[in-house]
């Protein structure tokens, strides 16, 4: 019973015990975080007074920067310190733990105050674009005083911090004595007290101590943790400002070299290096003189080096110009310097900082400009022409020898006196100065100059208005030119050419009036010869035959006849060409259609005279830049001329060759006898057929005549070569072109602009008159895209009438220039007709001058479309007229319902 009395009062006294080493565990391990929280706080008092102290100095480098080298990129820094300092140490005041540490925090604030204050006025300085005044107050001991009280006051502020950190520590530590104390008193206590439970409890115990001092190891090492990241963000931001130091000198244009107090170099920056031809580890320690050795760029001896001087006086030192910097490997470069002095808190000399940069290439510019100089002058003195300058307002500001001769004056006398005073017309010339203003030119503007001697010369001036680098407008530059003596030669040109003028209307009137008689008697004469060559070709085929004799008689009144009416087209032809009353419609014409045509037309007068032909042969279409009908009227001229003048069983061979610049050239060449170069040039004359009127093959010799005029109406060339008895080679040259094609708008909204037929709309016919295949096959591309629609085509005016006429269609599509008939008269005659004049006509060619277009329009054509088509304006002119033919055809089925 009393054991258990024991174990019961042993027992109470362990629960007694371990309650009252659970309190003081308690006690004793908020004492402990209370401790650890203020450690931690002032370890951050700690590091926010360093991180202040460093942005300070960071706002003092930025403003040096700044302040040497004008870059605002150094501010930076200074502004993010400035506007956050203060913040700053309020906090550091909030954090404070010692009272006396609040009053070093006061006592620090004007100080920072003032610090700030100072590079103020210092960037306001350089501002002002004083560099020489902010590098001297950048230098200043105010500011170096101020920074050095800021420091003692920051480091007595840090020393009062880590006693009080010292004090804690202290504190901590006993705190850990004293638990530690307790924890083996009552351990030592409850194995007497209760030995059953010792283990246990022993056991127990050291678990919950360990966990307990795991506990605060732990935080004593995250507090130490971050005190650690804390620091290194610290050296990091002492590292970037060092680098930021390193960069700026890296990438300034001039070089840099930093000495110590003896003199000896401590720092090149790359342009130094490469400059000197030093290295840096090479030069790092050696005296300055022997990295830095210039010469006088006058006498070739060594100069003196600024640095000496400025580590002598502490003043900033500069090299006088004409300095030769000598590099290590003996290039030499023209070179302009400053030095100053380094000084350190106590503004003590402590080296020198020397800049320098590379003026050869000022030099040699400013050399360049000086002879420029001289030689624009000279160039102003050796034009033949009297030159000057003017100010805006019309003073004069500079003359040449010429304009000296001009006034009769000195140039001394014209420089600062108007421009006007020096013609008999002030106003005039005076406006002239005000129009070059107005219009920063002027051409041939004529005046009168006058000289003090009263001499008057007449002068055409041209005069520009001329400005200085920034675009200011600095006056104007004018030339004048003596054309006395041209302006009397020009009103005798003029006498001479209206009298030239006369004769040629004269002429003009004449040729107009024999091209009006010839185009009238070849009409004329046509009525008779009709019957002529009539009647002879029905006695020819009428019964009974004539006799032998009379065959005879009617073959020679054929041949004349024909012959006749041959001479009559090509005498009618010249005229139309020769009035200007021959229109042609240029348009692409594909070589390999017409070269087919000609050769159908023309082998079998070949085969009948036994002569051989060799056309080309076309891999691809090439299309030239002409009329269809014409061309092969040239063609067919030149292939017939090399069929009769060729020798017998000769041969004719055409070629087409491609030219630059996007010519063709298309040439006939026989093997005929060949013409002399006599001959050659009276070859394209009227009625010419040089010397072969008494041979057996008959001509006109006006087939070339008008062949040379069609070529060159189509913008070409027509030519020949010749050799005797090897035969003649003729040859035209006209413009290459792309295949007829839509627009390139057209092209890209094609399917978009053609309307789809609606479902079981009636077909209605189209009729399309043209002579060119190309045409018709890209107007029927584009009409077979309509389901509705169905497309007749006629190859000239006379078959388009026929085809109207029989099938009715509701629209004709009608080309100008056609074979036979043109286009203006297939419509007349179309719109003369009853039964077709309620069609509507519409016009497309190639004749696309607005005097086309109205003469087409006025003739009584629907619409006027021009080639190349747009597909849009095609489309659009096709409904308006397909909507129009079907009003009329309305119209007249509600009349004839009437009726």
Not at 160 to 186: K, P, T, W
Not at 612 to 640: C, E, H, W
Request: with cysteine.
């Amino acid at each position: 019973m009393k054991a258990t009395k024991q174990i019961a009062v042993s027992l109470a006294a362990a629960a007694l015990l371990v309650a009252l080493v659970v309190v003081l565990s308690l006690g004793a391990f908020r004492q402990l975080e209370a401790a650890a929280a203020a450690r931690t706080q002032t370890y951050d008092l700690i590091i926010r007074a360093d991180s202040l102290l460093s942005d300070l100095i960071d706002a003092e480098s930025g403003q040096r920067g700044y302040a040497l080298t004008g870059d605002a990129n150094f501010l930076e820094q200074y502004v993010a310190v400035r506007d956050g300092v203060r913040g700053h140490l309020a906090d550091l005041r909030l954090l404070a733990l010692a009272g006396g540490a609040q009053d070093y925090l006061d006592a620090l604030a004007p100080l920072v105050d003032a610090k700030l204050a100072d590079m103020a006025d210092n960037i306001a300085l350089r501002r002002q674009q004083d560099q020489g005044a902010a590098a001297s107050a950048a230098g200043e001991a105010r500011g170096k005083q101020l920074m050095d009280s800021i420091r003692a006051g920051m480091r007595s502020f840090q020393q009062l911090e880590q006693g009080v950190l010292a004090q804690q520590e202290a504190a901590f530590q006993s705190n850990m004595r004293r638990l530690l104390a307790a924890i083996i008193a009552s351990s030592l206590f409850a194995l007497l007290s209760a030995l059953a439970f010792a283990n246990l409890i022993f056991r127990e115990s050291r678990h919950r101590l360990k966990n307990l001092v795991h506990i605060e190891t732990q935080h004593l090492l995250d507090a130490q943790e971050r005190i650690n990241r804390q620091l290194q963000q610290a050296n990091a931001t002492l590292q970037i400002n060092e680098e930021r130091l390193t960069v700026t000198l890296n990438s300034i244009a001039d070089g840099v070299i930093a000495t110590d107090a003896e003199g000896r170099v401590t720092l090149l920056n790359p342009l130094a290096q490469r400059l000197t031809g030093w290295t840096q580890a090479q030069a790092v320690g050696r005296p300055v003189d022997e990295i830095f050795h210039i010469i006088s760029q006058e006498t070739r001896l060594p100069a003196a080096i600024p640095v000496t001087e400025t580590l002598a006086r502490g003043t900033v030192q500069g090299l006088a110009n004409h300095t030769i910097l000598v590099a290590r490997d003996g290039s030499e470069c023209a070179i302009a310097d400053c030095c100053a002095p380094i000084r350190d808190r106590d503004a003590k000399v402590v080296g020198a900082v020397l800049v320098f940069r590379d003026v050869t290439g000022e030099y040699a510019t400013q050399e360049a400009l000086r002879e420029h100089q001289v030689y624009t002058r000279s160039l102003f003195e050796s034009n033949i022409d009297p030159i000057m300058t003017t100010d805006p307002s019309g003073i004069i500001t500079d003359v040449n020898n010429q304009m000296e001769a001009l006034a009769g004056c000195a140039r001394g006398e014209l420089i600062g006196t108007p421009f006007k005073n020096y013609f008999t017309d002030p106003g005039r010339a005076e406006a002239g100065i005000e129009r070059v203003l107005r219009e920063k030119k002027l051409s041939n503007y004529e005046l009168i100059a006058r000289a003090r001697d009263g001499r008057q010369t007449e002068v055409s001036y041209n005069a520009t208005a001329f400005y200085d680098g920034s675009g200011a407008l600095k006056g104007v530059f004018a030339a004048a030119r003596d054309v006395t003596e041209s302006k009397r030669l020009d009103r005798a040109l003029q006498e001479k050419n209206a009298e030239l003028e006369n004769a040629r209307s004269v002429a003009d009137k004449a040729n107009l009036a024999k091209s009006d008689f010839l185009s009238s008697m070849s009409h004329e004469l046509r009525t008779p010869l009709n019957a002529v060559l009539g009647f002879a070709q029905v006695i020819e085929s009428g019964t009974p035959p004539p006799t032998p004799s009379q065959k005879r008689s009617l073959d020679q009144i054929l041949k004349a006849g024909w012959y006749l009416l041959e001479l009559i087209n090509e005498i009618l032809d010249l005229a139309r060409i020769e009035s200007g009353r021959l229109t042609l419609s240029q348009e692409p014409v594909a070589l390999n259609e017409v070269m087919l045509e000609c050769r159908a037309m023309i082998e079998p007068q070949a085969r009948l005279r036994g002569i051989g032909m060799r056309f080309p042969y076309f891999d691809t279409s090439s299309f030239v830049l002409a009329d269809r009908t014409r061309l092969k009227q040239v063609l067919i001229n030149l292939l017939f001329n090399a069929i009769k003048y060729n020798k017998p069983d000769g041969t004719v061979a055409v070629d087409c060759v491609a030219l630059a610049p996007a010519s063709v050239r298309i040439s006939v060449r026989d093997s005929g006898a060949g013409l002399p170069a006599e001959k050659l040039a009276q070859l394209f004359q009227p009625f010419n057929r040089l010397g072969k009127e008494a041979g057996v093959e008959e001509g006109t010799g006006i087939g070339l005549v008008v062949a040379k005029r069609l070529v060159e109406l189509m913008g070409g060339s027509i030519g020949v070569d010749s050799t005797v008895g090897a035969g003649t080679t003729f040859w035209i040259e006209l413009a290459q072109c792309a295949a007829p094609r839509l627009s390139s708008e057209a092209d890209h909204f094609a399917a978009a602009v053609l309307p789809r037929a609606a479902a079981g709309a009636a077909v209605r016919t189209l009729l399309y008159v043209e002579d060119n295949p190309a045409n018709l096959r890209l107007v029927e591309e584009l009409i077979a895209r309509r389901s509705d629609l169905r497309l007749l085509s006629a190859a000239d005016g006379k078959l388009g009438i026929e085809l109207a006429r029989e099938f009715l269609p509701d629209v004709i599509l009608m080309d100008i220039n056609l074979p036979g008939i043109s286009g203006i008269e297939a419509m007349t005659m179309l719109h003369a007709s009853p039964s077709t004049t309620h069609i509507p006509i519409v016009a497309i060619s190639a004749n696309a001058m607005s005097d086309d277009v109205k003469k087409g329009l006025e003739a009584g054509f629907f619409r006027y479309l021009t080639k190349p088509i747009v597909l849009n304006e095609f489309m659009d002119a096709l409904g308006v007229a397909l909507e129009y033919s079907a009003a009329q055809a309305a119209h007249k089925r509600e009349k004839e319902a009437i009726q």
